[in-house]
């Protein structure tokens, strides 16, 4: 199993600032990596696939860059409903999620 | 727009099979895609339980394989989630989703159904 693990686990940020997230898989993924945003109490909303494409509707404010075992997911200034749980998921061995990481107000 | 709903039980005694059915509007299953179900215990990440193609090959959870079974059924326009031989640590919110673009990036979700497994 491919295990992806998502750093730093809290980011405490300002809105306005840049949010610099990162995933990094155990073996390489290639670029078969999303993104999900995921606020309280709702499911979780793709952002980003295959590494660096956004999906629909998604704010050109976000991009992914990445290949291999590391990943990186950049909101490049914080909008107030920004602040979530960023989740990253691989498919190139069966489907998993990192573990997270909350992006919370400084 | 396609719209993913959820419905079955929200509570299940241990030893019990936790079947739930994710009904899908505005959009046909028999048109392609994949389509999935993932959990997420109340407080805890996101872990993928399995997901169904239109044709009914099914991919599962290596973790979960043995306890689950998940099927479509292309003229209700909706799939189903079957897990035997619940236990307390099944007990989570459970999410349909279809993966439009790759197979494996879920671009709709259902709203979740919390599921309880306690006697």
């Known amino acids: 199993e491919i295990v992806l693990t998502q750093s730093p686990a809290i980011l405490s940020l300002s809105p306005g600032e840049r949010a610099t997230l990162s995933c990094r898989a155990s073996?390489?993924?290639?670029?078969?990596l999303a993104w999900y945003q995921q606020k309280p109490g709702q499911a979780p909303r793709l952002l980003i696939y295959?590494?660096?494409k956004r999906a629909t509707g998604i704010p050109a404010r976000f991009s992914g860059s990445g290949s291999g075992i590391d990943f990186t997911l950049t909101i490049i200034s914080l909008e107030p409903e920004d602040f979530a749980v960023y989740y990253c998921?691989?498919?190139?061995?069966?489907?998993?999620f990192g573990g997270g990481t909350k992006v919370e107000i400084k | 727009q396609v719209q993913l709903q959820e419905s079955g039980p929200g509570l299940v005694k241990p030893s019990e099979t936790l079947s739930l059915t994710c009904g899908v509007a505005g959009y046909y299953i028999s048109n392609g895609d994949y389509w999935g179900w993932i959990r997420q215990p109340p407080g805890k990440g996101l872990e993928w339980i399995g997901s169904v193609y239109h044709s009914g090959t099914t991919y599962y959870n290596p973790s979960l394989k043995s306890r689950v079974t998940i099927s479509v059924d292309t003229s209700k326009n909706h799939f189903s989630l079957n897990l035997y031989s619940v236990t307390a640590a099944d007990t989570a919110f459970y999410y349909c989703?279809?993966?439009?673009?790759?197979?494996?990036?879920?671009?709709?979700w259902g709203q979740g159904s919390l599921v309880t497994v306690s006697s």
């Open positions: 295959d590494a660096s």
């Open positions: 989703a279809r993966a439009a673009y790759t197979g494996y990036a879920f671009d709709s």
């Open positions: 998921q691989q498919r190139s061995n069966s489907l998993t």
């Open positions: 073996q390489s993924v290639s670029t078969s």
